[in-house]
């Protein structure tokens, strides 16, 4: 039997808690084929960092795990949403291959 485990690289606890289950999945009997999918590997580079970034700014701004949640529609509201939709926009039409990314535009 096989099991995917997708984890986003952004946070180490992220990573760590897909480990936690690859390991126990291939220490179950009879143990389970594991593949271990980062899901920020499938998506552009761009936004691979903007998410990165992004969830840094969440906790790093004191919005930890549990109080994320509760706290969420004020993180929201703090967010420049049609600053970071041009940003987005400009390196969306930029030409393949250019390394305009989207903090350069933030």
Do not use: C
């Not at 691979?48 to 109080?67: A, D, N, P, R, T």
């Not at 529609?73 to 400009?90: F, T």
Request: net charge neutral.
């Amino acid at each position: 039997m096989s099991l995917l485990v997708p984890s986003v690289s952004a946070g180490a606890g992220h990573v760590r808690a897909a480990q936690a289950v690859e390991a126990a999945a291939r220490a179950a009997t009879p143990p389970l084929d594991v593949t271990h999918l980062d899901l920020l590997a499938l998506v552009p580079k761009e936004f691979s960092k903007l998410y990165g970034e992004q969830y840094i700014k969440l906790v790093e701004s004191g919005y930890g795990y549990h109080s994320m949640w509760k706290n969420i529609v004020n993180y929201v509201r703090s967010v420049d949403a049609a600053r970071l939709r041009a940003a987005i926009d400009s390196v969306a039409s930029s030409p393949i291959g250019s390394t305009k990314t989207v903090t350069d535009n933030l």
